[in-house]
Each structure stands twice: as C-alpha cells, then as structure tokens.
C-alpha cells in the first residue's frame, strides 16, 4: 500500500516565516535564510503578494540591503 502523501498549507509556512523574520532572537544570516525560502515557496505556490518592511531607516526610507532593518519584513 502506497504511503500517504502529507501536505502543509502555504499560509501556515508564510505565518511562520513572517514571526521568525520579526524575532529579535534570529541573526541576520538566518532572516536571510527564511527570506529564501518563503519567497521560493510563495513563487512555487504562485501565492507572492509581495512584502513590507517591518523597520524602517530613520528617514522613513526602506532599509539598505545588508542592514539588520532589510531582514525584517512581512509577507503578504
């Protein structure tokens, strides 16, 4: 008998990406690491609404690529 194939909701994985990307405990590297996989995740599943970032620079501008503020975002 064939094993059942188990599957995992996409908004449940993007939920989780998007408190991981907000938690003060992660390093840079692992945001980075999350970022990678949502996004191939939510291109595979053709579900990319985009992202916003959760810090902004302080002159209200999006942060640069590199910065700890680039890291923290929210998918939608």
């Given at each position: 008998m064939a094993k059942a194939k188990k599957t995992i909701q996409v908004q449940r994985i993007k939920d989780f990406a998007n408190q991981r990307l907000?938690?003060?405990n992660l390093t840079m590297e692992e945001k980075m690491g999350i970022i990678t996989m949502i996004e191939h995740v939510l291109h595979g599943a053709n579900c990319y609404n985009?992202?916003?970032y959760t810090?902004?620079?302080a002159d209200g501008s999006a942060p640069r690529l590199g910065t700890e503020g680039w890291v923290n975002r929210k998918y939608f």
């Amino acid at each position: 008998m064939a094993k059942a194939k188990k599957t995992i909701q996409v908004q449940r994985i993007k939920d989780f990406a998007n408190q991981r990307l907000n938690s003060p405990n992660l390093t840079m590297e692992e945001k980075m690491g999350i970022i990678t996989m949502i996004e191939h995740v939510l291109h595979g599943a053709n579900c990319y609404n985009g992202y916003m970032y959760t810090v902004l620079d302080a002159d209200g501008s999006a942060p640069r690529l590199g910065t700890e503020g680039w890291v923290n975002r929210k998918y939608f």
